[in-house]
């Protein structure tokens, strides 16, 4: 499967923005769904995974109650909802697949990834 990932932009802080990852060459529901980010002069960390079906989602405490992760699979297309946008919400933006029954919060687990997209949030 080959994942594209847009959406990013430029945003004041408690500003919303709404990410989506786009499927090609496979179809999306055969494939759990995360996101990630980096932030500058940071490691790359796990935001939120989604199963295949939409039935088990997981975030990081950082986002957790102002992001929400979704899919639609039958636009072949993941999305992450951004509310209460934080200037430390700032980095590029990845969505990754993978086959595993749950998901993971690794990203060593993720076989394919998008090209990331740029969120910068400012105070």
């Known amino acids: 499967v080959q994942l594209q990932a847009y959406g990013g932009g430029l945003v004041q802080a408690g500003g919303s923005l709404r990410l989506s990852c786009a499927a090609s060459?496979?179809?999306?529901?055969?494939?759990?769904v995360g996101w990630f980010r980096r932030a500058p002069g940071k490691e790359r960390e796990f935001v939120a995974r989604?199963?295949?079906?939409?039935?088990?989602?997981y975030y990081a405490d950082s986002v957790k109650g102002r992001f929400t992760i979704s899919r639609d699979n039958t636009k072949n297309t993941a999305y992450l909802q951004m509310n209460s946008l934080k200037p430390e919400d700032t980095a590029v933006y990845y969505c990754a697949a993978n086959q595993m029954a749950y998901g993971s919060v690794f990203d060593g687990n993720y076989p394919y990834w998008g090209q990331g997209t740029l969120v910068t949030v400012s105070s």
């Open positions: 060459q496979d179809t999306l529901d055969q494939y759990a």
């Open positions: 989604i199963t295949w079906n939409g039935d088990l989602i």
